[in-house]
C-alpha cells in the first residue's frame, strides 16, 4: 500500500459527459501528479500540483482540468467526453520539490461508451 | 517522439535464473532513474533508482547498470522469481520534482 488513495477505481460514463477522480496523496506529500494510461501506452504525465499551485503541465487536453485543495487533495476534472478517453487515469505523490521518487495510488479505471 | 524506449514488450524467464530489462533514452538532461513494477488493477510501485553520477545501485535482488555514453539502462533481477512477473516501467527525470518521463513497459513472465 503506497499511502496514495484514488477514487472510484472504476467509472463508466458516456460520451459528452464530465466527470471528477479524486486522490489523497501519502501523508505529508506536498506534490501531486496525474498521470494516464492509455492502452499500449506508458504513463503520460498531465499535470502537477504543489501544495495547492499549478506547477507543471504536461499533455492535458482543454477539456481537462484539475485543482488541489487545501487539505491536499486532488480532483481531476473529465469534460466533453470522448471514447479516446477511456484509459487508466493514475494519482502520484511525493514529498517536496527535492524528491525524484513518486508513490502512486491504484488508478481510476474510465470508460466512456 | 519517444524519450525513454523499452524495446521489448515481453520478456520469459525460468525461475531461477536471471531477468535483463533494458531501457533506452535519449534525452542528455535526464540525471535520474527509475524503475516501477506494476502488478494488474495496481498502481506501479517504485522499485528502485540510480543517479546518473552512479552506474550501479543495487538493492537486494535487484540491481539497475547505467550506461551513460550509450544511454542505456538496465535492470538484473537474481534469481528471478514466479512473483517477480509484472509489467516493469523504466522512467527518467530531469530534476527533482517534476514530472517523470516513462517507457511503455515490459511485461515479465517466471515460469516455475
Known amino acids: 500500500d503506497s499511502g496514495v488513495t484514488q477514487t472510484p477505481k472504476h467509472l463508466i460514463t458516456a460520451t459528452g459527459q464530465r466527470v471528477t477522480l479524486r486522490c489523497s496523496p501519502r501523508?505529508?506529500?506536498?506534490?501531486v501528479y496525474w498521470y494516464q494510461q492509455s492502452l499500449d501506452q506508458g504513463l503520460q504525465f498531465l499535470i502537477q500540483y504543489y501544495n495547492g499551485e499549478e506547477r507543471a503541465k504536461g499533455n492535458i487536453l482543454e477539456r481537462f482540468s484539475a485543482q488541489q485543495f487545501p487539505d491536499l487533495h486532488s480532483e481531476l476534472n473529465l469534460s466533453s467526453l470522448e471514447l479516446g478517453d477511456s484509459a487508466l487515469y493514475f494519482c502520484?505523490?511525493?514529498?517536496?520539490?527535492?524528491?525524484?521518487?513518486?508513490?502512486f495510488g491504484p488508478g481510476t479505471r474510465l470508460t466512456v461508451t | 517522439d519517444q524519450q525513454v524506449k523499452q524495446n521489448s514488450p515481453s520478456l520469459s524467464v525460468q525461475e531461477g535464473r536471471i531477468s535483463i530489462l533494458n531501457c533506452d533514452y535519449t534525452?542528455?538532461?535526464?540525471?535520474?532513474f527509475l524503475w516501477y513494477k506494476k502488478y494488474p488493477a495496481e498502481g506501479p510501485t517504485f522499485l528502485i533508482s540510480?543517479?546518473?553520477?552512479?552506474d550501479k545501485n543495487e538493492d537486494g535482488r535487484f540491481t539497475v547498470f547505467l550506461n551513460k555514453s550509450a544511454k542505456h539502462l538496465s535492470l538484473h533481477i537474481v534469481p528471478s522469481q514466479p512473483g517477480d512477473s509484472a509489467v516493469y516501467f523504466c522512467?527518467?527525470?530531469?530534476?527533482?520534482?517534476?514530472?517523470?518521463?516513462f517507457g511503455k513497459g515490459t511485461t515479465l513472465s517466471v515460469s516455475s
Open positions: 540510480i543517479s546518473s553520477i552512479k
Open positions: 534525452n542528455s538532461m535526464f540525471d535520474y
Open positions: 522512467a527518467a527525470s530531469g530534476q527533482a520534482g517534476t514530472a517523470l518521463i
Open positions: 502520484a505523490s511525493s514529498v517536496s520539490g527535492t524528491a525524484y521518487e513518486q508513490y
Open positions: 501523508s505529508g506529500d506536498l506534490s
